[in-house]
């Protein structure tokens, strides 16, 4: 079952962050997609059987904290 999974990331700001946001995440186990609204500070990932523990380590591997 695919699910959807919203994280606000205030530290975001330019192209980089995106790339480096959207890299790490994309990495998890089971992510299907990634997508990085800057004005927002949003990150949207989709898949399945999606754990919030390690997306919430991938963006912190980025160099990012999910709020």
């Known amino acids: 079952m695919t699910e959807t999974v919203t994280y606000n990331v205030p530290g975001m700001h330019c192209g980089h962050c995106e ?16 997508a990085v609204d800057l004005d927002t ?17 991938a963006i912190d591997e980025a160099g990012y904290e999910a709020a």
């Open 41 to 57: 500070k949003r990150v949207t990932v989709v898949g399945s059987a999606l754990d919030d523990m390690k997306l919430r380590a």
């Open 19 to 34: 790339r480096a946001v959207t890299e790490e995440v994309s990495a998890v186990a089971g992510v299907e997609s990634v």
